[in-house]
């Protein structure tokens, strides 16, 4: 256990590491930020911050020596450059994991997961013979560095493969057959030292653009019927992984049952909600896990929770949003609202 008082390092300072660094600061902790950049979203809410890049193996061992604990806020990091230490949460083959989506899914599926056809793509001719035989329409993604829609191209006719693989950049990639799907959702949960685990109500997304717009809880219709079966298998994931912190798995709800889509070792964009509609938030709960502290209440507050991102120029109706009671806003601190770009969020609880 480390108690409040310590110090936690944080790697990455986007809005997630934000979010981490106040859970933590309320409950007693430091937050000593690596990233990058020279400046971020974590920026104003932590004690220290570190710029170096993420593949500087040197640099991280110094960070690391200065913190009690290490965690992340996105997938990108370096694995081969964490601290080689026991005190990295999640842990590093969850990293690992979920950084390739051709190995996420063959994990999903020795866990009893279903996960959309696939098959795997290296070349233009893999891609053309993977076309063959998932057919049209079909999803081509990278198998790293992909997120918020990109790294993503969908192939409508067999003759744009060409276009396709060009346009994710010609890098190894998985070819994903179509689901037909009723709903998209995510189960959130966390997962203590000690292997208790505890989950936030199912939380149906809607996304614009490819990137997540709306996220509601609870779920409803199919994907709050397939909420129970989702939680065990993403529950199964967590104990086959030994997992300690925050994980979210993004399902499909689809006529036969639940989809595994992917798994983000980290807190997540569709669990923003629960810093106003939950007992305890998914950032705090992380910490808590991370800490070896006993987990908090996942309790909705209220009948029903909202949040809407903010992308790019919707940041700066932050007045209007304001003018609404009822509306938590949240805003990252970001500098240049370019299109499609997360710079806050609003989260609405219905009573």
């Known amino acids: 256990m480390i108690p409040p008082g ?27 930020i ?40 996105f997938e990108n990091v370096d694995v081969a450059s964490l601290p080689a230490h026991n005190c990295v949460f999640p842990p590093p083959e969850a990293l690992e994991v979920a950084q390739d989506r051709l190995t996420e899914k063959s994990f999903a599926e020795q866990q009893g997961g279903r996960v959309a056809p696939y098959r795997k ?15 049209c329409p079909a999803i081509l993604k990278t198998r790293r560095f992909g997120y918020d829609g990109k790294g993503q191209e969908r192939i409508d006719d ?28 995510s189960i959130i949960l966390c997962r203590g030292m000690d292997g208790t685990v505890v989950r936030w109500d199912a939380v149906e997304n809607q996304h614009r653009h ?38 979210a ?20 964009n569709s669990g923003h909600w629960t810093i106003e509609g939950s007992v305890t938030s998914q950032f705090e709960n992380h910490i808590r896990a991370i ?12 009948r029903r929770v909202e949040m809407r991102n903010l992308l790019g120029a919707e940041a700066e109706q932050w007045q209007t949003i304001l003018a609404d009671r009822s509306n ?11 299109p499609d770009r997360k710079m806050g969020h609003v989260t609405r609880v219905f009573v």
């Open 6 to 32: 310590g110090t936690i390092g944080i790697m990455g300072g986007g809005q997630l590491g934000r979010m981490l660094a106040i859970a933590a600061a309320n409950l007693g902790y430091r937050t000593h």
């Open 34 to 73: 690596y990233a990058p950049g020279m400046s971020g979203p974590a920026t104003e809410v932590a004690a220290r911050w570190t710029h170096s890049a993420y593949d500087d193996a040197a640099a991280v061992a110094a960070f690391a020596a200065q913190v009690d604990v290490v965690t992340y806020e």
């Open 121 to 135: 793509v290296d070349t233009i001719e893999d891609l053309r013979a993977a076309l063959r035989e998932l057919g």
């Open 158 to 185: 067999p003759a744009r493969a060409a276009a396709a693989w060009i346009g994710i950049g010609q890098r190894p990639a998985v070819l994903e057959g179509l689901v037909r799907f009723e709903a998209e959702f």
């Open 210 to 247: 490819g990137i997540l717009d709306l996220s509601t809880a609870p779920a409803t219709g199919l994907a709050a019927e397939q909420a129970a079966q989702a939680g065990a298998f993403a529950e199964r994931l967590a104990e086959a992984l030994d997992y300690v912190g925050v994980l």
């Open 249 to 268: 798995c993004e399902f499909f709800a689809t006529k036969d049952g639940p989809v595994f889509n992917e798994m983000a070792p980290r807190v997540h």
């Open 291 to 302: 800490c070896g502290l006993p987990l908090g209440s996942t309790d909705l507050i209220g």
């Open 328 to 338: 938590h806003l949240h805003l990252y601190g970001k500098s240049g609202a370019r």
